[in-house]
């Protein structure tokens, strides 16, 4: 088998260099022929990962977070080439939804070798301008869009802990938006909901911000989305539900509405979504399923 490792050394941390080195020291142990490569930039790293592709490499692997996982997931989907992935990121929400989250570089190169494929849904995002990407855990608008900013501005903590402290101070300022949502549901009737909401997110796999649950019943591999929307409520009351929402168990409260869908369409101003912890365009934004898009490497 012959592997291209991709590696974004511009990420913060550098962790996903040492990750990347230590899992291609692995993949040759097994007899794996890898090729690092490393972009300078998104762009770059794309270009190099076309070019890979279009050489006949047998499989790709990413060595770091959701947002470098993301750039090989625009140039897989579709494809037969399978990704596998070094967690070495931020996040790892993508290595959440694979089973891959808790694994070193070693055991993670070590289940690239084992060969053991699975295809999964991705969700594809369609602007309004008709330009379209792929996504492979959760799409974020409202509040949690608003989290997403703030923790991206934030040098200081590293790691998960950047989104909680981010969570707490958007709560001083938290207040109703006003969305416009369409619902094309799993039984093929649509739904349209309209007024305010705290957030409305569309979940491939059930995590986002380094392994909160906000789509817990999410199934990467249904041919189906998650939608979860909350409406608003006093911020007493929302800051009580936190923990629920950590816990994976506030699909169950009155605030929150939950969805299964082939797509959705999300409309409100001033609002911009991230997807895979990215920018991923200004709503309104249409998402829909894309099943089996997605080969990938299992543990």
Same mark, same amino acid.
């Given at each position: 088998m012959n592997v291209t490792l991709l590696v974004n050394p511009a990420a913060r941390g550098g962790a996903h260099t040492g990750a990347a080195t230590r899992a291609a020291e692995r993949l040759r142990a097994h007899d794996v022929r *890898?090729?690092?490569i490393s972009g300078g930039s998104a762009a770059e790293s794309s270009e190099l990962l076309r070019t890979a592709i279009a050489l006949g490499t047998d499989a790709v692997a990413?060595?770091?977070?959701?947002?470098t996982v993301s750039l090989a997931i625009q140039e897989l989907a579709g494809t037969d080439v399978p990704l596998g992935i070094i967690p070495a990121g931020t996040g790892n929400d993508m290595a959440t939804?694979?089973?891959?989250? =808790?694994?070193?570089? =070693?055991?993670? $190169?070590? $289940? %690239? $070798?084992?060969?053991?494929?699975? +295809? %999964?849904?991705?969700?594809?995002?369609?602007? #309004?301008?008709?330009? *379209?990407?792929y996504f492979g855990t959760v799409l974020a608008s409202g509040f949690d869009s608003r989290v997403?900013?703030?923790?991206?501005?934030? +040098?200081?903590?590293?790691?998960?802990?950047?989104?909680? %402290?981010?969570?707490?101070? =958007?709560?001083?300022?938290?207040?109703?938006? /006003?969305?416009d949502v369409e619902l094309e549901l799993a039984d093929g009737t649509r739904?349209?909901?309209?007024?305010?909401?705290?957030?409305?997110?569309?979940?491939?796999?059930? *995590?986002?911000?380094?392994? %909160?649950?906000?789509? /817990? #019943?999410? #199934?990467?591999?249904?041919?189906l989305l998650d939608v979860t929307l909350m409406r608003p409520a006093g911020r007493m009351r929302l800051l009580r539900l936190l923990p629920r929402v950590y816990r994976g168990t506030h699909t169950t409260v009155s605030e929150v509405s939950t969805y299964r869908v082939r797509a959705v369409r999300l409309a409100s101003p001033g609002v911009t979504a991230y997807a895979d912890g990215d920018p991923i365009g200004a709503l309104p934004l249409t998402v829909e399923v894309a099943p089996a898009a997605l080969s990938v490497f299992t543990p």
């Open positions: *890898t090729t690092i990413v060595a770091g977070g959701d947002g939804a694979l089973g891959l989250r =808790e694994l070193d570089a =070693e055991a993670a $190169a070590d $289940a %690239i $070798a084992a060969g053991a494929t699975r +295809r %999964i849904d991705l969700a594809r995002v369609v602007r #309004d301008d008709g330009s *379209t990407a997403n900013d703030r923790a991206n501005a934030m +040098r200081w903590p590293r790691g998960g802990s950047r989104y909680n %402290i981010a969570i707490l101070i =958007e709560f001083l300022t938290l207040k109703g938006i /006003p969305y739904e349209r909901i309209e007024g305010d909401l705290v957030m409305g997110t569309v979940g491939n796999g059930r *995590t986002y911000g380094g392994g %909160i649950p906000i789509c /817990p #019943d999410a #199934d990467p591999a249904d041919g």
